[in-house]
């Protein structure tokens, strides 16, 4: 992996969400090729982007249906009822087979985390943010990698402020 | 000693977890021991010519750890792009975007056994096979450590991060392999060919055994489905591959994935069982699936809501059905698959809604969620009533109740927060006098513990109280004989009635506008008086206005005059005879006063003492006429009404 900060991910997502995480599912694609986990997240906050839903899916190949199990480096994993925030990707094509789980799932607006497990931060119940999946080397390394939700909002929030200065 | 033997027992401990701290994690599941894995590698990036080359360094350097253990081999070219279920070990490049991951390690298994794994390499970023970054031979050792069985470490090649050019494994990850794989021995090894074989119908498929270790290796197969066979059922090796064949036989199967195993055993090898996974995909009618998209697992309802599911079959869906706490509740045959729920029939806490998708051959989907009943709480204000008129302070009074309890209840008046009370009762004081009069809304909400409100609300009407003043007489004034008291009242709804006082005493009730009163003083003695109006609104709410009025002295009685000659004199005077009586209604009357009226004005003739009734004027004219006013005087020297006469 590649390291991506903060801003790295801030600027490059299509939409940063905090919610919780209320379904993890695991299908085969349309065209079997690959086994997907489809998570749903129930929205509680939104730092970038809008969504009139107020619940998304998140989708990446991984997962396990009856004997066989896909395990992908570097993917995130989601535990029912975690806290997450994440760093999201639009799934431009969810027609494509690969992509498209064999439920259609259409309905809702459907994303990849972006950066892998590097997009994805737990927060804990004292509204702790870590990223401890993807950082397993020194946390000093890593200066984004635990800090609590405010200053990961308040951080983000800059980023997107001068991020839209710039492109003004 | 026994401390002592405690303290180097606790050494020993420490030293071990410092040494396993930073030591490899294994994903849980490896390549049959002995197996040799062949990889296609599709050379499709444009940035480097020699990929090839540099992927089987990688894999030369894992199989240099131990090659009886694991073999990775290249097994040829292929086009494929990208990763896929498809039995075949593939390395590929594809340009995945801007993802932070170089290259992603597939890793598909059965149980604790490798099946498949595929490794793409991300062709956004830059590649390089001769120094630098990112260098494929760096990456690609990593990605193979994934498809042999590693995770991420802390450490050495199986760090997440790219951090530079390291084309050798480190101790810590030829640990790993090792613990998986062994270092080799001098026991038989049981090595296969492969670790799976894949049917889409029945066939017969070919895999091979060979003895990887020292000596003979004298094996038996088993399978464990009745639908295939395996032959020979057992054979020797001393080195060379022996081929044995895997039949299937898919007569009375429907459609579907079916997986069964081939085990390899050995009473020698120090390496058995091994296994072989045999895959069969028959093509046919797969069974539906469905999903409950609305509510979510764990979900807080209440009242009424609208269970939402989706179903999907290659051939159809038949019916779908909807269960709450396993009895069923409703079948649909067609979409949308919803399902209005009433739970506010259900006890509060955990339920389960489970739906069953049933496809043209009945086969079954089924998705099932468990959601929180918690009913909203109820909130009635018991006091005052809808319609109720108030004017003063009135205690709102509210019963509030919640199957989990009430968190906080909130009055609002016209829609002002008042006050907010955690703890019953509930009540709350409100002085209506600070508004103004007409209607006014009274509401209350409660909040249950998990925030769900209720509200009710009642219209009270605020009366104000009347008003009232006395505009006649004026207070101070000197009244007698019919006194007219009048008033000005007033009031926001209404007034019932006027009461008027005379020191104290009730004298007229009139509940008819104007309000006034007419006080026949005749019969009342002469003195100072208080004059009180009370009004009274249609609610019994009061006013009143009060003044002090001075009663003067009333008229002498019997006042007459007579003219006479006063004959007890030789002069021959006339005189005029007054006589009078005192007014049984005076008191305190220190004199009279006698005034003659001429033309319209009066001459005072005499004070006298309150004890004389008569007067005579004398030296009057014989034919002249003679007009007279006699007033009473009190003691504060107030004239009372006079009494007139003519005396001829």
Redesign the interface.
């Known amino acids: ?4 900060s903060l801003q ?1 991910l801030t600027n ?1 997502a299509d939409a940063i969400v905090l919610g919780e995480v ?2 993890i ?1 695991y ?1 085969w694609s349309m065209d ?4 997907l986990t489809v998570v ?1 997240l ?1 929205i509680q906050e939104v730092w970038k982007r809008d969504f009139y839903d107020n ?1 998304i899916l998140i989708q990446f ?1 991984g997962g396990k249906i ?10 995130p994993t989601f535990q ?2 975690e806290r997450v925030l994440v760093f999201l990707k639009s799934i431009k094509n969810i027609n494509d087979s ?1 992509n498209s789980p ?4 259409n ?2 607006p459907a994303f990849s985390v ?6 994805k931060y737990s927060v804990d119940g004292n509204g702790v943010a870590h990223k401890s999946e ?4 020194s946390k000093d390394s890593e200066p984004d990698s635990i800090l609590s939700l405010s200053e990961l909002k308040t951080k983000i929030y800059s980023i997107l402020q001068q991020d839209s200065k710039e492109k003004n | 000693m026994k401390k002592k033997c405690r303290f180097s027992l606790c050494v020993a401990i420490l030293i071990v977890f410092i040494s396993v701290s930073l030591a490899y994690v294994l ?1 849980g ?1 490896k390549w049959p021991v002995g197996s040799t894995e062949p990889y296609r590698i599709n050379e499709n990036t444009a940035q480097v010519a020699d990929e090839r080359n540099a992927v089987v360094s990688a894999m030369s350097s894992w199989n240099g750890i131990n090659p009886s253990g694991l073999t990775l081999s290249y097994a040829g070219s292929t086009s494929v792009i ?5 039995g075949s070990n593939t390395v590929c490049w594809n340009n995945l975007g ?5 290259a ?8 604790s056994t490798m ?1 498949e794994t595929d490794v793409v390499f991300n062709d956004f ?1 830059t590649w390089s096979t001769s120094g630098g970054n990112y260098d494929v031979q760096t990456v690609a050792l990593h ?1 193979l450590g ?1 498809c042999v069985g590693l995770n ?3 450490t050495g090649i199986m ?4 951090s530079g050019i390291q084309r050798s494994i480190d101790s810590d990850a030829e640990a790993g392999f090792i613990a998986m794989y062994g270092g080799g021995g001098s026991s038989p090894s049981i090595s296969l060919d492969r670790t799976s074989l894949s049917f889409t119908g029945a066939g017969e498929k070919i895999f091979k055994v060979r003895n990887s270790g020292a000596g003979t290796l004298s094996y038996q197969m088993s399978d464990n489905k009745n639908w295939m066979s395996v032959s020979p059922e057992s054979g020797d090796s001393t080195g060379e591959w022996d081929e044995i064949a895997v039949n299937v036989d898919s007569s009375g199967l429907g459609g579907g ?1 079916y ?1 069964g195993t081939v085990t390899v055993s050995s009473g020698d090898a120090d390496n058995s069982p091994q296994k072989l996974n045999v895959y069969l995909t028959l093509k046919g009618d797969q069974p539906p ?3 409950i ?1 609305f509510p ?4 807080v309802v209440t009242e009424k809501i609208t269970v939402k599911a ?3 079959d290659d051939k159809g869906i038949k019916k779908v059905e909807f269960y709450l706490d396993g009895k069923l509740k409703k079948t649909l045959k067609s979409t949308p698959y919803n399902y209005l729920w009433n739970c506010e029939n259900y006890s509060s806490g955990s339920h389960t809604i489970k739906v069953k998708a049933y496809d043209t051959i009945s086969q079954v989907g089924e998705d099932s ?1 468990k959601v929180i009943v918690d009913q909203p709480p109820k909130v009635t204000i018991t006091s005052p009533s809808s319609g109720d008129i108030v004017s003063k302070k009135v205690t709102i009074k509210v019963k509030a109740s919640d199957d989990n309890g009430i968190k906080k209840v909130e009055f609002y008046i016209g829609g002002k927060l008042k006050k907010t009370q955690e703890k019953p009762p509930y009540r709350y004081r409100w002085d209506a006098v600070n508004y103004s009069g007409g209607k006014h809304t009274i509401k209350v909400k409660a909040y249950d513990t998990r925030d769900q409100v209720a509200e009710d609300s009642i219209k009270v009407i605020v009366d104000k109280p009347p008003k009232i003043s006395i505009t006649s007489p004026i207070s101070g004034s000197d009244v007698i004989g019919n006194v007219s008291i009048q008033t000005s009242a007033s009031d926001d709804r209404g007034i019932k009635k006027v009461g008027f006082f005379i020191n104290g005493h009730l004298k007229k009730t009139d509940t008819k506008s104007p309000y006034d009163f007419i006080w026949n003083t005749a019969s009342v003695f002469n003195g100072a008086y208080t004059i009180k109006a009370v009004v009274y609104d249609t609610i019994n709410q009061t006013a009143h206005d009060k003044i002090a009025v001075i009663l003067i002295p009333h008229a002498p009685l019997s006042f007459s005059g007579q003219k006479q000659n006063n004959s007890s004199t030789l002069l021959q005077q006339f005189i005029n005879v007054l006589t009078w009586q005192a007014s049984p209604m005076n008191e305190n009357i220190n004199k009279y006063r006698i005034y003659r009226i001429e033309e319209g004005s009066r001459t005072l003739l005499i004070e006298l003492d309150a004890t004389t009734f008569e007067y005579w004027h004398t030296d009057v004219e014989k034919d002249l006429m003679y007009t007279y006013a006699l007033v009473a005087v009190d003691s504060e020297n107030r004239e009372g009404v006079p009494a007139n006469i003519t005396v001829r």
């Open positions: 992996m590649v390291k991506l790295d490059a209320k379904k599912q299908e079997r090729s690959v086994i749903t129930k619940q190949p009856g004997d066989i199990g896909l395990k992908v480096s570097d993917m029912k009822k690969k064999s439920v259609s799932l309905l809702l972006f950066g892998y497990a590097q997009g993807y950082d397993l080397v | 994903l599941y990208t990763y896929s279920y498809n801007a993802t932070g991951a170089l992603t390690a597939y890793m598909w298994y059965s149980g099946v970023y990605e994934h991420h470490s802390s760090r997440p991060s790219y994935s997986s699936t469905v999903s998209t979510l697992d764990g979900d989706i179903a999907s969620i």
